[in-house]
């Protein structure tokens, strides 16, 4: 069974800095890997999706990079704002599987 | 912007009422899906479909049900609402082959009084 980890599992920094979200996986047979964005008592949205034959996607200030062979994601958000709070999940669809299996999120906050 | 709909976004229901959480996705996805997220917790998948008349249990035990006679349309249902079944409860389709992108609704906060 897939077990996706996200660490840290929070994390506090001020304004302008840059960081970096780590998400590793157990089973390299995947399809995609996805980040979403949830704010607290919303939805998810989709930040990036990352297809298995991939090494990365990049969308604005956000870079998110993809290994198989080390089970590893890493999302990279560039000069953060207090705009960027929010609970950070790592998702990802196995090729034995059903559905996105998620990890337990990375809670962001960003201070002025 | 995903074009997934959930209704209603809050609701609060006593004990023993049944309830059905409206989920509708305009994408043409034969494939979606029900989340059960309690506050600060991870998402647990519930119930699955992979088009018309096709439903499969989750990961997560759940009382409730589903049906999918329409291919926009993914209602759950609870025949008996509990307290325990407070939680927020999201829906999500996604595109039958690769690369399998997800997009989710906005969500239903349930509360059972």
């Known amino acids: 069974k897939q077990e996706v980890t996200q660490i840290p599992a929070a994390l506090s920094v001020p304004e302008g800095e840059n960081l970096v979200l780590n998400c590793s996986f157990t089973d390299s047979a995947i399809y995609n890997l996805q980040w979403f964005r949830q704010d607290p008592g919303k939805g998810l949205t989709s930040l990036l999706l990352i297809q298995s034959s991939q090494r990365e996607q990049t969308s604005g200030r956000l870079n998110a990079s993809l290994d198989k062979s080390s089970g590893r994601s890493t999302l990279y958000i560039a000069a953060s704002q207090p705009g960027d709070s929010a609970t950070y999940l790592c998702a990802l669809f196995s090729n034995s599987g059903y559905a996105l299996n998620f990890g337990k999120g990375t809670s962001l906050l960003v201070t002025p | ?113």
């Open chain 2, 1 to 113: 912007e995903a074009d997934i709909y959930q209704t209603p976004r809050y609701l609060v229901i006593g004990t023993g009422k049944k309830i059905t959480l409206e989920c509708s996705q305009t994408m043409g996805h034969d494939k979606m899906y029900w989340y059960q997220q309690d506050p600060g917790m991870e998402l647990h998948l519930i119930h699955y479909s992979y088009g018309v008349n096709s439903t499969e249990k989750g990961d997560l035990s759940s009382e409730s049900t589903v049906s999918r006679i329409r291919t926009e349309h993914f209602p759950l249902t609870l025949e008996s609402a509990r307290p325990s079944h407070t939680s927020q409860y999201l829906c999500a389709s996604s595109t039958t082959g690769v690369p399998y992108e997800a997009f989710f609704g906005q969500g239903t906060r349930l509360t059972v009084v």
